[in-house]
């Protein structure tokens, strides 16, 4: 094996996924002297998390994510989670926004389509849930343009390919928002790490395996890195360290060995669509719907039909259908699992196991089901459906945060969380949903966490006024900021 001399950087992100690209690119549009370097064990970036078969490339804005907006015990509806998640989203259209125009990015419509986002229920329970939301989120000036119907007719001309077929008698109901969207990460990453590689002091590698991440004694981080090609080792030295390697951050997180991250473990999660690419059926369905998970399922679960554009071209994809491996990675290894355990988190990762039985059972099954079962869900969104159209295409995996918990010992999170060294030299981004269509914001959490001195700077907020209009202002309560925001994002986008 070969040994290479060590080298300097003074920013080091490990994958190349929307995450660590986002990222990379907001610090060297914030300042431009800073050395970069972007590391990925693939031969080319986004290809696990971001590519675009492996999620849903749904715009998060809980236009339609029925499990945004639980409903209590006393019927009420929150709505909280979702006001939280659009503004996310209006942050991310922000930071493109500019991107797009600073000439950075060719069209948009090369990662973002407009694509109307609708919620989906049957019987009269949930109709009652969807028409509660619809007055809740409707009052709110985000949610402005959302429709509520329970007639036929509107609902064949919202969705006609799903309502062919259906029984006159069945009582449904659905809202549309016509200003959804949906998002091609995979190309989105792509624009994000060429934009990278044109500025000076980045460099992209591809084919490199971090096997080794230190603290030395300056607080600097040092890592060791494989070349898989060549099996040629070298070493790295950094001021700030960012894992964004997806399933593949939190084994490295746990080699940093700082006291924030011990306690995490992770839960491994498949995926699978049913995928339908024939022209006269994906021209029929113009929409992204969600339906409500089952009774006991996990947010995860939530049904959806939805149409995908990748490269110019249109498909619908039906899903998820879960199952479970012990990869952290879709290229990942079976033993990723086993060896993330350790002594500080064996006991959160034994707690989860016990309370979430369900989660066990509804896992078995969708491991067990059939094709035949699966389309048989799917014909419970497209009545008429021939299940020669359609195909089963594997998504990526999702490692589920497991965290210590006071009370349980241990819970399990569907969601990303930051976690960062105290001084901030090093942060990893763990969990899944809905975090692509959010990664700006969070992008913009973790600068705020790591960098606080450079975050307060005068060029520093002068310059993210650029990129963040609406920075210091309130989406939700500021009206006026609202539509002049979001009206110059959906020009510039293409979006209207």
Request: glycine share 8%.
């Amino acid at each position: 094996m070969t040994q290479r001399g060590s080298g300097e950087s003074d920013l080091v992100f490990v994958g190349a996924g929307i995450m660590s690209a986002t990222l990379a690119v907001m610090l060297k549009e914030l300042d431009p002297s800073l050395n970069v370097e972007v590391l990925e064990l693939l031969s080319s970036g986004a290809a696990e998390s971001s590519n675009p078969w492996n999620n849903a490339g749904t715009g998060h804005a809980a236009l339609c994510e029925l499990n945004y907006t639980p409903e209590g015990k006393d019927g009420a509806v929150n709505i909280a989670k979702a006001i939280d998640i659009n503004i996310m989203f209006e942050t991310s259209k922000q930071f493109w926004t500019y991107l797009v125009e600073q000439g950075h990015f060719e069209s948009p419509r090369s990662f973002i389509n407009p694509v109307p986002h609708l919620s989906f229920v049957r019987g009269e329970k949930d109709i009652s849930f969807l028409r509660k939301r619809f007055e809740a989120l409707s009052a709110n000036p985000l949610f402005a343009g959302m429709e509520y119907t329970e007639d036929r007719a509107k609902l064949e001309e919202w969705m006609p390919l799903m309502m062919k077929g259906r029984t006159t008698n069945e009582k449904i109901a659905a809202t549309r928002t016509e200003s959804g969207t949906d998002v091609n990460f995979g190309a989105l990453t792509t624009n994000l790490l060429h934009h990278l590689t044109k500025q000076p002091g980045t460099h992209i590698a591809y084919n490199q395996k971090v096997t080794d991440l230190h603290r030395e004694p300056d607080n600097r981080w040092r890592l060791t890195i494989q070349d898989t090609q060549t099996g040629a080792t070298r070493t790295l030295r950094a001021r700030f360290v960012f894992l964004g390697a997806g399933g593949g951050a939190l084994p490295l997180l746990q080699k940093s060995d700082i006291p924030e991250s011990h306690g995490y473990g992770g839960f491994p999660v498949s995926g699978q669509w049913l995928r339908c690419d024939k022209p006269e059926v994906v021209s029929q369905h113009q929409a992204k719907v969600y339906g409500k998970a089952s009774v006991g399922s996990p947010p995860m679960s939530v049904p959806h039909l939805d149409t995908r554009v990748v490269d110019g071209k249109k498909s619908l994809l039906f899903g998820p259908f879960a199952g479970f491996t012990t990869k952290f990675l879709k290229q990942g290894s079976f033993m990723d699992l086993p060896k993330s355990i350790r002594a500080n988190n064996l006991g959160p990762m034994l707690a989860v196991a016990r309370d979430n039985m369900p989660l066990t059972k509804y896992l078995i099954g969708q491991v067990m089901q059939s094709f035949d079962q699966r389309i048989e869900e799917l014909r419970g969104f497209y009545p008429e459906v021939n299940k020669n159209d359609w195909r089963l295409e594997v998504a990526g995996q999702r490692v589920q945060i497991i965290k210590k918990d006071t009370k349980t010992g241990g819970t399990l999170q569907f969601g990303t969380e930051i976690v960062s060294a105290q001084d901030g030299s090093i942060a990893a981004l763990l969990g899944a949903s809905p975090g692509a269509s959010t990664s700006v914001s969070i992008m913009l959490t973790l600068i705020q966490r790591c960098f606080p001195e450079q975050y307060k700077s005068e060029a520093w907020q002068a310059q993210l006024l650029k990129m963040f209009p609406a920075l210091n202002g309130s989406l939700d309560k500021d009206t006026e900021l609202l539509h002049r925001v979001r009206s110059h994002c959906n020009e510039v986008l293409q979006l209207r």
